[in-house]
């Protein structure tokens, strides 16, 4: 499946199982938010954290409070997405094989 598939490519991923493993879910989501089409919810989650950034004093320095980035894509079985194929996806793709269904788009 990936193996087949060259860095460079454009590719399609859908979901063919459910994800059990957390590990396995974070990567799919990961994987998902590189859709060009999902780019603006990155952007906009992007601009939320900025704001919910806080400075404080700790001990008489500055220390940041960052909040934690809400997972933005729960993929569910039937959803598909079109990504560019890099040597990270690709990575990502190998430990997802028994999830997904990846096809090079034409």
């Known amino acids: 499946m990936a193996a087949e598939i060259k860095a460079g490519t454009i590719i399609s991923i859908k979901v ?5 493993k957390e590990a396995a879910a974070k ?3 990961r994987l998902f938010a590189k859709d060009p089409v999902n780019r603006q ?5 992007k601009k939320l954290l900025k704001s919910a950034f806080r400075v404080r004093r700790r001990g008489g320095r500055p220390w940041e409070i960052r ?3 809400p997972r933005l894509f ?4 039937g959803d598909s997405c079109t990504v560019r ?3 990270d ?9 028994r999830y997904v269904d990846v096809t090079p788009k034409k």
């Open 16 to 20: 063919k199982r459910t994800v059990i």
């Open 27 to 29: 990567t799919l989501s």
């Open 41 to 45: 919810a990155r952007g906009r989650r």
């Open 67 to 69: 909040p934690k980035a």
């Open 74 to 77: 729960q993929p569910t079985v």
């Open 85 to 87: 194929a890099t040597s």
């Open 89 to 97: 996806v690709l990575g990502d793709l190998k430990s997802l094989t």
